[in-house]
């Protein structure tokens, strides 16, 4: 949700915080704030929009110092304003706080702290974690950042800065992401690795109620006041994958880094005519041919990944499988036994439902194998085994190179499973794998030539509502490319199967209405699909459909079509995703919104 960068060194600390804090935007951009110390004094500048914003607006260059802390914000509690903004302080300004998370007791605290005489100045719960600390400070700020936490009931990830101990940085999380990034002569803390990624690659996570203590040439980690060892991590992310490189947007940069995402997603693990997670699963082949059914877990665009994943693994490896929102599951009593599996699919690897999912699938025994993008994450931290994929960060809001690598991975554990189980005869193997090999370069294809797709934009740009359908595996597309669409336009958009579409959806149908129908070749639906289309041209609609290059029929009774390269069916989704990401980003771009920060959404939903 928010975002945190701090940093301890030689270097002046507030170019270094506005440049991290550019690349964690993503996380937060309602305000964004920046403190330092400098010779005996905190120095503040902070306020209200994006940093591009506030830049013009506040001199975020004249904060002197070597330690400072930052912040962008998601607001939770209290509106947007300026003393809402992080940094917050107490009394005397002697303490600085950055936090990310929510304080469930804080109007308690408060009422207890006014009681004591502090003054507050802003409506938000982290105010109170800066007076708390003040209550507690006796000369030593680790101890009173330890003493406050005792009170504290929530989720936070923090940063502490003290005047009176100018060359240290505190940090601390409970359900909250925060790392340590360890450099020369440098320090740092961020809630993600992209904040530091120019500085350094080798990183620790930080797990629930350790505190670190950094100071520019040292970094101490405690639990219980006992200091503890932990692994540095070597991120191997190049640095140019979290800048634009000449794209307008990242979202626009990340659809088009989609081939080699998914070649790097595929790198190594296709081998001598199957599947080879050998390096990675850390499962047995027993234990997966037991297997009597799979439970998939996940939010948002991952959760559409894991219904076309539901697809793939009953039709191909033949097992049952159940896709729940980790939302839901998480207050559910689920029904699990030793022979279900339980995989979680996140991006981010910290969203909080889909962690909170995983932990109560785990109290009841089931093994967790989650599907995550990054490296290190909570999820993949507290998983029995971890799929990569191998996206590199993804930055923009919206979900894009995460999604298909997700799909890839998902068809991949497919095989794998289908040859456990020896439901596969090893021709129809072969086929599916050299299919997938050829994606990478069918879309590349597909990327070079985006005319049509801008021209279609047009149509959509003054349009209030939007419907999409799709059958089978295309289905969950149809809601992928609606969620696409309305995140980052703002236009109401709709995903159905196209059958289910006569059940009600159809009277939204007139003149005024573009329906965008996956409409590619299979044995299964694709002639259901055609009738479907004509129903939606009987009540006047617009027809976009995506359709497989050489399909002359589609042509007669669509608007306009979409063509994509002939593939598998199954397949078929990972290449009819692209025309409708393109489609959304093009449309926000004609409707003059930032499609990298769409409003009210933060990339990583690290709060319930
Ligand atoms: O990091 P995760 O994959 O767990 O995130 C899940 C959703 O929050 C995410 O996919 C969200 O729906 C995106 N904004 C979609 O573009």
Redesign the pocket.
């Known amino acids: 949700m928010c975002g945190i960068i701090g940093y301890v060194g030689n270097k002046k600390a507030s170019p270094i915080l506005f440049e991290g804090l550019k690349k964690l935007e993503y996380r937060g951009y309602d305000s964004a704030g920046i403190c330092t110390i400098s010779e005996n004094k905190t120095l503040v500048e902070k306020d209200i929009g994006k940093l591009d914003e506030i830049k013009k607006k506040v001199d975020f260059n004249s904060l002197k110092g070597n330690i400072g802390l930052s912040h962008c914000r998601w607001a939770t509690h209290g509106k947007v304003t300026k003393e809402n903004a992080h940094p917050h302080f107490d009394c005397k300004n002697r303490i600085s706080i950055v936090h990310n998370g929510i304080i469930e007791n804080f109007q308690e605290l408060k009422d207890y702290l006014i009681k004591k005489d502090h003054k507050f100045r802003s409506g938000t719960d982290t105010e109170v974690i800066a007076h708390l600390i003040e209550e507690n400070y006796k000369g030593n700020i680790e101890n009173a950042v330890r003493n406050s936490l005792k009170k504290i009931e929530g989720s936070y990830s923090l940063g502490v800065m003290c005047l009176d101990e100018p060359d240290k940085l505190i940090a601390t999380r409970n359900e909250s992401p925060l790392i340590i990034g360890l450099g020369k002569d440098e320090n740092f803390i961020a809630s993600d690795v992209p904040a530091i990624l120019k500085h350094t690659n080798k990183v620790i996570y930080l797990e629930n109620h350790e505190i670190a203590v950094l100071t520019k040439n040292d970094v101490k980690i405690k639990l219980d006041k006992k200091k503890i060892k932990k692994t540095i991590h070597k991120i191997d992310w190049d640095s140019e994958l979290a800048e634009k490189t000449g794209y307008k947007h990242f979202m626009l940069k990340e659809i088009h880094e989609q081939p080699r995402a998914i070649t790097e997603t595929l790198n190594g693990r296709l081998d001598h005519g199957g599947v080879d997670f050998r390096k990675e699963l850390k499962f047995s082949e027993k234990y997966l041919k037991n297997l009597d059914r799979i439970i998939i877990v996940?939010?948002?665009?991952?959760w559409h990944a894991a219904l076309a994943g539901e697809f793939m693994l009953e039709e191909l490896a033949k097992i049952p499988v159940e896709v729940e929102y980790a939302s839901e599951f998480r207050y559910r009593r689920p029904i699990i036994d030793k022979n279900t599996l339980v995989i979680a699919?996140?991006?981010?690897g910290?969203?909080a439902d889909?962690l909170a999912a995983i932990r109560e699938a785990k109290n009841r025994n089931a093994k967790i194998l989650s599907i995550v993008n990054s490296k290190g994450s909570s999820i993949a931290r507290e998983s029995d085994s971890v799929l990569y994929t191998y996206a590199g960060p993804e930055i923009g809001?919206?979900?894009t190179k995460?999604f298909t690598t997700q799909l890839i991975v998902l068809y991949l554990f497919t095989l794998l499973m289908s040859s456990v189980r020896k439901s596969l005869k090893k021709d129809v193997m072969k086929g599916l794998i050299e299919n997938l090999r050829k994606i990478p370069l069918e879309m590349e294809a597909m990327l070079n030539d985006t005319k049509s797709i801008k021209k279609i934009a047009e149509i959509y740009k003054e349009k209030d509502h939007a419907l999409f359908l799709g059958r089978g595996v295309n289905f969950p597309l149809a809601l992928e490319g609606a969620?696409?669409l309305k995140?980052v336009s703002y236009i109401h958009a709709e995903g159905y199967p196209a059958a289910e579409m006569k059940h009600g959806p159809i009277a939204l149908i007139d003149k005024k209405m573009p329906v965008m129908v996956i409409a590619t070749k299979d044995v299964y639906t694709y002639k259901k699909v055609l009738g479907n289309i004509q129903e939606v041209k009987a009540r006047g609609g617009i027809v976009i459909a995506i359709a497989t290059e050489g399909d002359k029929q589609i042509g007669k009774i669509s608007d306009c079509v979409i063509y994509i390269p002939k593939t598998l069916y199954i397949l078929s989704s990972i290449l009819a995703v692209v025309p409708m990401q393109l489609l959304a980003y093009y449309v926000a771009r004609d409707r003059k919104l930032d499609p990298d920060k769409p409003r009210n959404?933060s990339k990583?939903?690290t709060v319930e």
Request: aromatic share 0%; with cysteine.
């Open positions: 996940a939010c948002g665009t991952s699919i996140s991006q981010s910290e969203t889909t809001v919206a979900s995460a969620l696409k995140e959404l990583s939903v």
